[in-house]
């Protein structure tokens, strides 16, 4: 039996397996109803053969695109001499490797100094690992986190999650993290850095001192909200004042999504740890990473753990795609040449829209449009996937159509999919104005 609730279940028989094997908890897969087969740079195909220009990129784990060839002769060289695919986390030359790339090409030449947990392989993970080891540290059980921040859904992590909706799915009250608001959150001219600092100074605030404070430069579940420099050195400033850590939740908006391979390059933050998951490893394999300074790395051998935290494929798939795109600037300097072409291609979309589109979020290569309400984004990503366009939203309220194309695909590719996207926001303008005029 199919949940008659699903899109999917108006065409059962292509995904008649799917509905029948697998669990309701499945989601993606309803916005976008095909059965994808093969995937190559900018591109997925259905088994139909039908191409789909590839706005998602797996939420930004696919940075460089699907099946970059560098990354996969390396890993095809790889598996070819019989590497080692599972260490645990026992030395192996993969991770040996990919540790002096991390070092030489992207630690060193930016003045930065951590030292590498792996954990298990999810992004959750790793945010799991930083909070405990914030906890350890401080001794401190409380977590400052912030309105609209996505940090993961299991229990630790879920904690510093703001959505209700992946909230509600614990079942079991989420303790240790005190929400605070994010920058800009009750519009301009609101310091909440400010209000953050008075409500820890006042002995009466009622907030527990932190062992921590997460944030994410940029949100990207929560809305493509971006905080500015200023707000993130206060931050950072007030963790310190606080004798909290100051962690920044990298996952989506590292490895370049920005426009600099740490979100916060350039803004003179100290992060005490980061977190890295998403398109770390570059090519979609599984791999997690904690960058801790090295004075803060006061575990016990095993005391955090995970049994997939030696994925060798992932480690050597992660050093071609530092070698391949970090080695030097060049690349850099493309995405944000890239960012702005994309900020330029959706202001165009919201100028001819100004009905439906309220206002452009979003910086570098993670950028969108605010359309008000899903009622609205909703229709668009249904149109604009049977144009052959994958785009998700975001956002409290899904109201965020959120462009998270590969880094590298080409201006053609880009213009393309902006073009299905404007398209499909002009009939949704189309029909606001006719329902309006009803
Ligand atoms: C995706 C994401 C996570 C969770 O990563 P998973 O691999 O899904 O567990 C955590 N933080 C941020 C900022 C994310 O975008």
Not at 70 to 85: E, F, H, N, P
Not at 142 to 162: E, K, P, R, S
Not at 406 to 419: M, R, V
């Amino acid at each position: 039996m199919y949940d008659a609730e699903t899109p999917t279940a108006r065409e059962p028989r292509p995904f008649a397996t799917f509905e029948r094997m697998e669990s309701k908890v499945r989601s993606y897969c309803r916005s976008f109803p095909a059965v994808f087969e093969r995937a190559e740079g900018s591109w997925q195909y259905d088994k139909d053969g039908k191409g789909y220009i590839d706005f998602l990129t797996g939420c930004s784990v696919l940075n460089y695109g699907h099946n970059h060839p560098a990354m996969k002769q390396a890993l095809i060289d790889y598996i070819q001499s019989d590497g080692v695919v599972h260490s645990l986390d026992m030395h192996s030359k993969a991770k040996g490797e990919f540790l002096e790339a991390l070092e030489s090409k992207i630690l060193k030449p930016r003045g930065m100094n951590y030292l590498a947990q792996f954990t298990g392989p999810t992004g959750a993970n790793a945010v799991e690992a930083a909070l405990k080891l914030a906890r350890k540290v401080t001794g401190r059980t409380n977590v400052i986190a912030f309105t609209n921040g996505f940090h993961g859904v299991t229990l630790g992590a879920l904690a510093a999650t703001g959505n209700s909706h992946h909230r509600g799915g614990a079942h079991i009250p989420l303790s240790g993290v005190t929400r605070m608001p994010y920058d800009g959150y009750f519009g301009e001219g609101v310091d909440t850095a400010a209000q953050l600092d008075k409500m820890l100074s006042d002995p009466s605030g009622g907030v527990d001192k932190p062992a921590a404070i997460i944030v994410e430069v940029v949100q990207g579940e929560g809305g493509l909200n971006v905080a500015s420099a200023e707000w993130l050195q206060k931050v950072e400033k007030i963790a310190r004042k606080h004798g909290a850590l100051f962690i920044v939740d990298d996952i989506q908006a590292g490895c370049g999504r920005t426009g600099t391979f740490f979100s916060f390059e350039g803004m003179g933050l100290k992060p005490d740890i980061i977190t890295m998951a998403k398109s770390l490893s570059g090519m979609g394999l599984p791999m997690a990473l904690v960058l801790v300074k090295p004075e803060l790395d006061q575990w016990k051998p095993g005391e955090h753990n995970g049994t997939f935290r030696g994925n060798c494929h992932a480690f050597v798939t992660a050093k071609a795609a530092i070698d391949t795109f970090w080695s030097d600037d060049d690349f850099a300097a493309e995405v944000q040449r890239k960012g702005e072409r994309l900020r330029k291609g959706l202001q165009e979309i919201a100028m001819a829209n100004r009905g439906v589109v309220k206002g452009l979020k979003g910086r570098g290569m993670m950028r969108g449009l605010d359309v008000g309400s899903s009622e609205i984004s909703d229709p668009v990503v249904d149109a604009a996937f049977k144009k052959g366009l994958i785009i998700e939203t975001s956002g409290a309220h899904d109201q965020i159509l959120k462009v998270l194309a590969p880094l590298n695909i080409s201006d053609a590719d880009l213009d393309a999919g902006l073009e299905i996207l404007s398209n499909c926001v002009a009939e949704a303008a189309e029909r606001q104005a006719l329902g309006s005029a009803a």
